[in-house]
């Protein structure tokens, strides 16, 4: 019986800390502590593309060329990030691509989807950059507001 009011209560909790906004249940809302951030390949392209354009105007039209220019950053010396919950639904992305002519400085880009916005999700996505950035010898981020 105990086990089983311990359920329910979870149940009850999980359905408490959803939002309703227009009369329809969102997510639950989780803490950046839900969240995983992980290292991005060329194998990822598809998947930063659909985050990408969740963020930007972009359309499923510009998906080949975006994805195909993504690898190659990626094969060629940039690096990207994902964050996302329990590796899946990504949330957001981070990317660093050398800035030419100027060794050691990179230009960062990316962002978080609409709907993860303001949980914590990008200062947690940058906090691991500047981390692994350090350990990458990045001297310079910069990035364009």
């Known amino acids: 019986m105990r086990a089983t009011l311990g359920i329910l209560t979870s149940q009850r909790r999980a ?7 227009g ?3 969102r997510e639950p809302i989780l803490s950046p502590n839900h969240y995983s951030v992980r290292a991005a390949g060329p194998e990822d392209a598809a998947s930063l593309f659909i985050v990408h354009a ?11 060329a975006w994805t195909q220019s993504m ?18 639904k ?11 002519g100027l060794p050691g400085v990179y230009e960062l880009s990316g962002g978080i989807v609409p709907a993860g916005r303001r949980r914590g999700l990008g200062t947690r996505l940058l906090r691991h950059v ?6 990458l010898g990045v001297r310079q981020l910069s990035a364009r507001a």
């Not at 969740?54 to 080949?64: C, P």
């Not at 010396?77 to 964050?83: D, K, L």
């Open 54 to 64: 969740a963020i930007t105007a972009a359309d499923a039209e510009q998906l080949l």
């Open 71 to 88: 690898e190659e950053l990626l094969e060629s010396g940039g690096y990207a990030w994902i964050i996302g919950h329990d590796g899946r």
């Open 15 to 21: 359905v408490n800390h959803c939002a309703k906004i």
């Open 130 to 135: 500047q981390h692994a950035t350090r350990e």
């Open 90 to 100: 990504p949330a957001g992305y981070a990317l660093i691509d050398l800035v030419p």
């Open 23 to 25: 009369g329809q249940m």
